[in-house]
């Protein structure tokens, strides 16, 4: 097979590749863990801070945003100057950042590191990837290692709340952030001496404007998004924002096809095998990450889980995950990566199908369970072979971009399913409970406890602890279970958002990748395919 890399010809023997690998998906987890292991605090900072619901959306969307927004950057800057040296001093950042979050005193802080923690995870996640694709050069091999970089996001889901709610279920918010200082630092010493560098033989200048056009159109469109339902979905500030994101987007699209150094190059969306793969993970993600969001406040508001129960009970999806990535990635080489991807999605519509169904009386053991299991499988399903066709579309000296691509898709749609589903549920639940807790004098129920109650069903952990008036005995019964009514009829409506997304992703992957795999893989595949072999381009 041909090669584009000097790094190629340079593979370390067997043992050091499989130990280079379980570093490079220790630095993932790291990455991944940090997305997930939040959401199990945000009640007990939502509490501590006197944070609204779309406050505790920006603990979430802070990371991402800033994660998503530099990832063509630092791709390009593993490229350029090597993506193993990249990849270090992103992990020495989170490490630095996450005792910022650590000492964070308020809300507005914590938001802060976490886009710090988000900006040095952007350096981390592009170079796991493009250093795999140039330590693997054989392609069953390569397809293996992609299967267990993707299963590892499962294993950070599995272990992120359970480990979270065991922190806080012994000390306060502040050690999710703490973890990550000897976590970081650990596998910052292990790459330094096991894993080798890489970058390619040929890059072009730095886009900077790219970049910026990139940062700017998708931070004000999720902006908007998360703070619609306090200004209004048709409102001056919301439309003005949404035109302004998009002006941004068309900026970037209209400015990449003309320079002559993009920081990314839209031409490769041309290709089928990357751009309909893309897209699959990005609706997959925006499915994920939006369920999480909401089961989130389903079992820690509606159940009144602890977190280290929260945790537990959601072992279910991760497992679901862990074990289906690699098996869905094997597959996928037998039988092809379009019939593999459709069914992915389709099993996840039909998981978060059932998940809109839930009602206050649901027993866990039974749809709730269910629809984890299928969520999760979805995902594991869609994502390890789309990432494969993705890479494999990519020459290596475009690994970290291609890599880039790859990870921007995830987060971009991981933060709009946070922003649009959390809104959706934000809503109902707010149009529905604020009536009733109007109705409740302020010397029943003080001003802050029925302000946080009209934002998140999460509130119920509060006002269950708190001391009841006789008077307010039988009412404090009924908001409750208002507000969990409220909160999964907004879950209902979210879901039936997720499932339209995924069957119309399913329906668009089905008609137009192409069903035969071709032979080959890598750069000859990248070549055939930017030449228009197969009809694919």
């Known amino acids: ?195 080798p560098e890489s970058r390619a033989e040929h890059v072009g200048k730095y886009d900077p404007l790219g970049i910026a056009l990139s940062l700017a159109g998708i931070t004000v469109l999720v902006w908007a998004i998360i703070e619609a339902p306090h200004n209004g979905w048709l409102s001056a500030t919301s439309v003005v924002a949404y035109v302004a994101g998009a002006v941004a987007l068309a900026g970037f699209v209209w400015w990449e096809l003309r320079t002559p150094s993009p920081v990314l190059d839209l031409n490769l969306f041309r290709n089928r095998r990357f751009s309909l793969p893309a897209l699959a993970i990005a609706v997959a993600y925006f499915s994920m990450f939006g369920f999480l969001f909401m089961i989130t406040q389903y079992f820690q508001g509606v159940m009144e889980l602890t977190p280290l129960q929260f945790g537990i009970h959601s072992l279910p999806f991760a497992v679901s995950i862990a074990i289906g990535a690699p098996m869905a990635t094997v597959i996928a080489q037998r039988i092809g990566t379009t019939a593999v991807i459709v069914f992915g999605l389709v099993v996840m519509s039909v998981g978060m199908f059932i998940a809109g169904q839930v009602k206050v009386e649901t027993p866990y053991l039974g749809p709730v369970v269910v629809s984890m299991v299928l969520m999760g499988l979805g995902l594991a399903i869609v994502q390890g072979p789309a990432t494969e066709s993705i890479m494999s579309s990519v020459s290596l000296d475009e690994a970290g971009a291609g890599s880039a691509v790859n990870d921007t898709t995830r987060e971009v749609g991981g933060t709009l399913g946070v922003a649009v589903l959390g809104s959706i549920v934000a809503s109902i639940y707010t149009a529905q409970v604020s009536p009733k807790i109007d109705a409740i004098p302020d010397a029943i129920m003080e001003p802050y406890q029925k302000a946080f109650a009209r934002e998140t069903v999460v509130s119920v952990i509060e006002i269950v602890k708190a001391p009841t008036n006789p008077i307010f005995a039988t009412q404090k019964a009924d908001l409750i279970y208002a507000m969990k009514a409220a909160s999964l009829e907004g879950f209902q409506l979210a879901s039936f958002v997720t499932v339209g997304a995924a069957l119309t992703c399913a329906i668009a992957v089905a008609l137009f990748l192409p069903w035969r795999r071709p032979e080959g893989s890598g750069v000859l595949l990248a070549w055939r395919d930017h030449t228009g072999a197969d009809g694919v381009s």
């Open 1 to 195: 097979m041909p090669t584009t890399s000097r790094h190629r010809a340079d593979a370390p023997p067997r043992s050091r590749r499989y130990l280079a690998l379980l570093v490079i998906c220790a630095a993932e987890l790291l990455v991944v863990l940090d997305n997930t292991v939040v959401n199990v605090a945000l009640p007990s900072m939502g509490l501590q801070l006197r944070a609204d619901i779309s406050g505790l959306q920006w603990v979430v969307d802070a990371y991402t945003l800033t994660f998503a927004g530099l990832l063509l950057a630092f791709g390009h800057l593993g490229d350029r100057y090597g993506r193993k040296r990249v990849m270090i001093f992103g992990l020495a950042g989170i490490a630095v950042m996450s005792v910022g979050g650590a000492l964070a005193a308020d809300l507005g802080q914590v938001v802060l590191a976490r886009a710090a923690m988000g900006v040095c995870a952007a350096a981390v996640f592009p170079a796991t990837l493009a250093l795999i694709i140039n330590i693997f050069t054989d392609a069953k091999e390569r397809a293996l290692a992609i299967a267990a970089w993707t299963a590892m996001a499962g294993f950070a889901i599995a272990i992120g709340p359970t480990a979270g709610g065991f922190l806080l279920e012994h000390f306060s918010w502040h050690s999710v952030f703490w973890i990550n200082v000897p976590v970081a630092l650990s596998v910052l010493i292990a790459a330094v001496w096991c894993v």
